[in-house]
């Protein structure tokens, strides 16, 4: 008996590796897709809430910029400040 792996040109459960590598390369293409139609979604709900309400998105990523700003000022502050600890 022999405690070496199996050869996969003799077991019919394994896959090739080309068709392994086919399979990646498919998996990898259906992502980028599927990440595209987000985008496009997302698209079409700006346009969409741009239209019922004039400057929404300007005034949402001016907020989102804002609250950024002030998370990342919190951050730093906590960094500085000594724990306890110390």
């Given amino acids: 008996m022999s405690d070496s792996p199996p050869n996969p040109s003799h077991d019919p459960k394994l896959l090739p590796y080309l068709e392994i590598n086919e399979r990646l390369t498919q998996l990898k293409k259906s992502h980028g ?9 997302v698209w079409a709900l700006i346009e969409t809430m741009d239209q019922f309400f004039p ?10 910029q804002l609250s950024m700003k002030q998370f990342l000022q919190r951050q730093r502050s ?9």
């Fill in 33 to 41: 897709h599927y990440y595209q139609m987000i985008n496009l979604e």
């Fill in 78 to 86: 906590k960094k500085q400040s000594p724990t306890p600890d110390e």
């Fill in 55 to 64: 400057g929404s998105w300007n005034r949402f990523m001016t907020n989102r």
